[in-house]
């Protein structure tokens, strides 16, 4: 498993703009498939964009389409997830995660884990 940790959440105005990133330590980076899910209070943990380890084919939720972008700079064994036009909506704690040479896109085929850092929108 890799250890992974979390920043650059926090408060935003609706239409505004975050970055998270995610540093990634204990086994080669390049090797993982990596994504981002959340949760909002109440709610199930959600699935948000993967990026698959082997060419780097990235899958989207319908919901974030357009406004949201997952990068990787393996050499710094970091992700990251840019999100632009945020929407109150958007507000949850993101997760990011990761499975060696993973093919899922569930969050129950991820097994590594970061603690979650808190995005919040205000309208």
């Known amino acids: 498993q890799l250890q992974l940790v979390e920043s650059g959440g926090g408060l935003v105005q609706a239409g505004g703009s975050l970055t998270l990133s995610c540093t990634a330590s204990g086994r080669p980076f390049s090797s993982y498939t990596v994504g981002w899910f959340r949760q909002a209070p109440g709610k199930e943990r959600e699935f948000v964009v993967v990026m698959h380890w082997n060419g780097g084919i990235t899958y989207h939720a319908d919901s974030v389409k357009g406004r949201f972008t997952i990068t990787r700079d393996n050499a710094k064994s970091t992700l990251y997830l840019q999100m632009n036009s945020l929407k109150p909506e958007d507000t949850a704690v993101y997760y990011c995660?990761?499975?060696?040479?993973?093919?899922?896109?569930?969050?129950?085929?991820?097994?590594?884990w970061g603690q979650g850092t808190q995005v919040t929108v205000s309208s």
């Open positions: 995660a990761a499975d060696w040479r993973g093919a899922g896109r569930r969050w129950a085929d991820f097994d590594s």
